[in-house]
């Protein structure tokens, strides 16, 4: 079982850890975008804030946890043009800085008032309080703009990598299924 990455394609730590995050990321903004409409008289109106945060705040700890692993293991060569291979490196770049946006600003918005941050009962995050006026306004406005682009940068991505599977029938969109074996086949 490779658990680790080799230059020809991601181990299972890397593609367990991606699919779990994309996952997370399309699940909270569908939460997000159906909890916004909820009235006061919701029975779900406490409840799903509190899933989405709890869940983005695991997600951030997925991330971080991420970030090191990737920067500690060989990272797979990207196929194809070297526009393509610019625009895959900025791509993730961006990701990343917008998942980090959103995990501030999805902090600072429930934390403003002064209250901490429950995460499914198991723990609390302290708040930081107000840092600044209209914080929860601003980082919320923020927080819905930074999920919006990166749900568009996303489906970017999934589209580029269909493009790489079936048209230029590269290996782009396999090696994050299946770890390949030695010989950088698919097992």
Do not use: C
Not at 52 to 81: K, Y
Not at 159 to 179: C, E, G, N, Q, W
């Amino acid at each position: 079982m490779e658990l680790t990455n080799s230059k020809s394609s991601f181990g299972w730590v890397s593609i367990i850890i991606h699919w779990i995050s994309a996952l997370a990321v399309i699940g909270l903004f569908a939460l997000g975008w159906w909890m916004v409409d909820l009235t006061y008289y919701s029975e779900w109106y406490q409840t799903a804030p509190l899933w989405h945060v709890s869940i983005g705040i695991l997600l951030a700890a997925v991330t971080v946890v991420r970030l090191i692993w990737r920067f500690s293991q060989p990272v797979p060569i990207n196929e194809g043009a070297n526009w393509e291979k610019v625009a895959a490196q900025l791509a993730h770049g961006l990701l990343y800085l917008l998942l980090f946006l959103l995990f501030v600003t999805g902090y600072l918005i429930p934390t403003a008032d002064g209250r901490g941050i429950e995460v499914f009962d198991w723990f609390a995050l302290p708040s930081m309080g107000e840092l600044f006026e209209h914080q929860e306004t601003i980082s919320g406005d923020i927080h819905r703009w930074a999920a919006y682009i990166i749900i568009g940068l996303s489906l970017f991505h999934g589209l580029a990598a269909f493009k790489h599977h079936l048209i230029d029938k590269d290996s782009t969109l396999r090696r994050m299924l299946k770890p390949a074996n030695n010989h950088g086949d698919t097992q």
